[in-house]
């Protein structure tokens, strides 16, 4: 079963990091594009980063310098690095497959909370 | 970058109505629009991709039509189950993603 479980959520405060793991089970995580898309409490979807299988990375510009994807390919791993995070990133981060320029399957989401 | 304005924001219609959401983006992206259902508390779904084509499973109720800058995403019947909030979202080659704004479907 093709299948992706994101941990690392939690409380953080302004100006502080935090790094996310999506583990991914059912494909590879190397051989495919892989993303990142946040939803804020109450709002709307928002794209974060992408990786391709290649290893070549993309941002937003809201996170760009701030925030690095990554992956680690024995693990099947998926990674994002957060820092310098502000009170308005506060919001589910969920982790997905790029297939078709579409996000299949996503991840039941991990919140975090960026506060003092 | 190209913007991507979904319409309306929020939608009323009662069990059986056929619903019908508009996404227009501010530059030409071919077909490159797919469509998503979020249902509260849970991961968005991928129901249809590259404009028109249904994912495998998804009910043939709904579709999606378009190109180049106007897109339609329709319910033909809708049913209680698809209360939910519809987003639209293009991608390109760059890659770049945009969502569009979200339409909060409610049973009327």
């Known amino acids: 079963e093709v299948q992706l479980v994101e941990s690392g959520g939690g409380l953080v405060q302004p100006g502080g990091s935090r790094r996310l793991s999506c583990a991914a089970s059912g494909f590879s995580v190397s051989s495919n594009y892989m993303s990142w898309v946040r939803q804020a409490p109450g709002k709307g979807l928002e794209w974060v980063s992408v990786?391709?299988?290649?290893?070549?990375?993309y941002y937003a510009d809201s996170v760009k310098g701030r925030f690095t994807i990554s992956r680690h390919n024995s693990k099947n791993t998926l990674y994002l690095q957060m820092n310098s995070l502000r009170v308005e990133e506060t919001a589910v981060y969920y982790c997905a497959r790029v297939r078709s320029g579409g996000f299949d399957p996503w991840g039941q989401g991990t919140l975090v909370t960026v506060s003092s | 970058d190209i913007q991507m304005t979904q319409s309306p924001s929020s939608l009323s219609a009662s069990v059986g109505d056929r619903v019908t959401i508009t996404c227009q983006a501010s530059?030409?992206?071919?077909?490159?629009l797919n469509w998503y259902q979020q249902k509260p508390g849970k991961a968005p779904k991928l129901l249809i991709y590259?404009?028109?084509n249904l994912e495998t499973g998804v009910p043939s109720r709904f579709s999606g039509g378009g190109s180049g800058t106007n897109f339609t995403f329709t319910i033909s019947s809708l049913q209680p189950e698809d209360i939910a909030t519809y987003y639209c979202?293009?991608?390109?080659?760059?890659?770049?993603?945009?969502f569009g704004q979200g339409t909060k479907l409610e049973i009327k």
């Open positions: 990786i391709n299988p290649g290893g070549s990375t």
């Open positions: 590259d404009a028109s």
């Open positions: 530059h030409e992206i071919s077909n490159y």
């Open positions: 979202q293009k991608y390109d080659t760059l890659p770049m993603y945009t």
